[in-house]
């Protein structure tokens, strides 16, 4: 349910690639960058110092598109060995995730059909922030056209996060009376449990009030259309 979430908004023989407790690291998948085979199976365990925590980063990424990702796919396992902080497949990963803890899994797998490029990763050890800030792009200046953005925020399981928008001018659509975010927009979700987004937002109006998490994950989506750039917006959040 993590998993298609999370999309919704990413064998018999078992391959595996160690890579070393340091802080940083390269995974790709098998052939790479020619195409992967058919009937693949790869898994990569990572691991950093005890209270670090671990940032992946896909930079190439192409695999034979399905709707549930049921054909070929890149799982990505938390700290936990068993939670599945996303499935991914076709050619548009999120930028990147972090786990809650010092681990973390990464699982690829083809069918008996259609191959493709694969995917290359780098991973790196990343302190276990409990707060920070996040910006749409270029921000205090304006965002770019057609910019899309996704950024991803974990803490520790049984943790939740709180998001206080403190700068917000994002363009606005109005038709006749009324306001819509038709155009550019902001928008907030609890990828672990549920589907609709707790903040939908555009224009100047700052929520009043926090917007917090029922999990440990969120995910600050920003996208902006063709025409008027404005300044965006800035968020702070901390682990609650």
């Known amino acids: 349910m993590r998993s298609l979430i999370l999309l919704l908004l990413l064998g018999h023989l078992g391959v595996q690639s160690w890579a070393d407790a340091n802080v940083y690291g390269t995974i790709e998948s098998p052939n790479y960058p020619a195409n992967y085979g058919n009937n693949e199976d790869a898994t990569f365990p990572l691991e950093v110092d005890p209270g670090s925590r671990i940032k992946l980063n896909f930079t190439s990424f192409d695999l034979e598109p399905q709707s549930d990702c049921d054909y070929d796919y890149v799982k990505v ?5 068993t939670t599945e902080l996303v499935k991914l497949c076709g050619d548009s990963p999120f930028p990147y995730y972090i786990s809650s803890g010092n681990k973390m899994t990464v699982v690829f797998h083809s069918d008996y059909s ?7 990763a780098t991973w790196s050890k990343v302190s276990g922030a409990t707060s920070g800030v996040i910006t749409s ?4 200046n304006t965002y770019p056209k057609n910019a899309s953005q996704v950024i991803m ?3 520790p399981t049984g943790k939740k996060i709180s998001l206080t928008i ?5 363009e606005v659509k109005v038709t006749g009376t009324v306001e819509a975010c038709g155009y550019d927009r902001l928008k907030i979700f609890d990828p672990i ?28 989506y920003f996208r902006s ?13 901390k682990q609650i």
């Open 77 to 81: 396992f938390d700290s936990d060995g």
């Open 166 to 170: 403190t700068d917000l001018n994002i």
């Open 193 to 220: 449990e549920r589907l609709s987004a707790l903040l939908d937002v555009c224009g100047w109006t700052k929520p009043t009030d926090p917007i917090v998490t029922e999990g440990n994950a969120m995910m600050v």
């Open 137 to 140: 792009p270029n921000f205090p």
């Open 153 to 155: 925020v974990y803490v």
């Open 225 to 237: 259309d063709a025409a008027i750039e404005l300044q965006g917006f800035k968020a702070t959040w």
């Open 114 to 120: 259609v191959t493709r490029k694969g995917f290359l």
